[in-house]
């Protein structure tokens, strides 16, 4: 079928949107209307050749859709609405066995090499070149095909901008506050990074009974909705941030999550935990950079500095909880939406993104 889709054919952008032509699902795949697409730092930081991905590609890993079409064994039926989450889980190696799908072998592979999960590719473009998926999802494009292993059914009334967060913002930020850090009630809470992952992650630690959720970010505006949405301080980011946590929290944060994928702002949260306490990893920094950390705090203070990818979550078990909690009020992830796109405004969005003015934005079709 011919579809219209957001393609990146070369570091810097950018994005073009064509015409192309989708092949329908192999064995264990859908063929998904795309209803909402969000703009994340991980599609920006391909953009901006921060993370290498091969090219071209049909950008977009953040969706929510309803699926039109089936292949064999796909285990899914027409009219099912799906939130598309970005680790296809094979279920089947031995971090799926394990009962962490976000690390599953195949589907990193899958997801290094432009692939679905079976290894192909299903776009084409007029001159029979065959664009790459992007983390399985692609959903910058009207219909998009993907790995069933992909995709988690969500309530039919959900509404898809809404849904689409479901599959990034909310499974890596609420994920990293519920499960990476592990938040117990009377827990003082920063946030690095008010992005909607780190917003999401202050979501999750109020719901969970933080006692302090410090937000912690450049940009004022993002800091006034932080605490809006629950934060009890706000702390400018820069140079003064780890002294304003500490102080705030009387010596340092139980848990603090970091969001924001720069390696200065990774080492001041470590700076703002407090002894005993854990430091959670979620932003991506660029592959070439290391961490330079006290070292000999790590053993004194017993301090834990993890990494959390995914939000160390199970898609088919987390989302349906995170929807209820949001269906109940505790999670209300539509405060993150900032904008609603068409396609055609996608470039536009990247660099609002870019410049720290929006949240979350989607591409609504």
Known sequence: MKVRGAVLASVGGPLEVLDLELDPPGPGELLVRVGATGLCHSDLSVIDGSRLRPLPVVLGHEAAGE?????????FSVGDHVALSFVPACGSCRGCVGGRPALCEPGAAANRDGTLLGGGRRWRLPDGTRPHHHLGVSGFAEHTVVSAKSATRIPADLPFDVAALFGCAVLTGAGAAFYSAAVVPGDRVAVFGLGGVGLAALL?????????????????????????LG????VAG??????????????????????????????????ATAAGGT??????????????????????EERTLKGSYLGSCVPRRDVPRFVELYRAGQLPVHELLSGRLGISDVNDGFTRLAAGGAVRQVVVW
């Open 238 to 271: 820069g140079p003064d941030a780890v002294a304003a946590v500490r102080e705030l929290t009387g010596g340092g944060a139980d848990k603090v999550i970091d969001t924001t994928g720069v390696v200065a702002v990774l080492e001041q949260a470590y700076l």
């Open 204 to 228: 999750a630690a109020r719901a969970a009974g933080a006692s302090q959720v410090v937000a912690v970010d450049v940009v004022e505006h993002k800091r006034a909705l932080a605490r809006r």
């Open 279 to 300: 430091t959670v990893a979620v932003g991506l920094p660029h592959p070439a950079r290391t961490v330079a950390l006290p070292a000999l705090g790590l053993v004194t």
């Open 67 to 75: 699926v039109v079409a089936t292949g064999a064994g796909a285990e």
């Open 231 to 234: 934060a009890t301080h706000d």
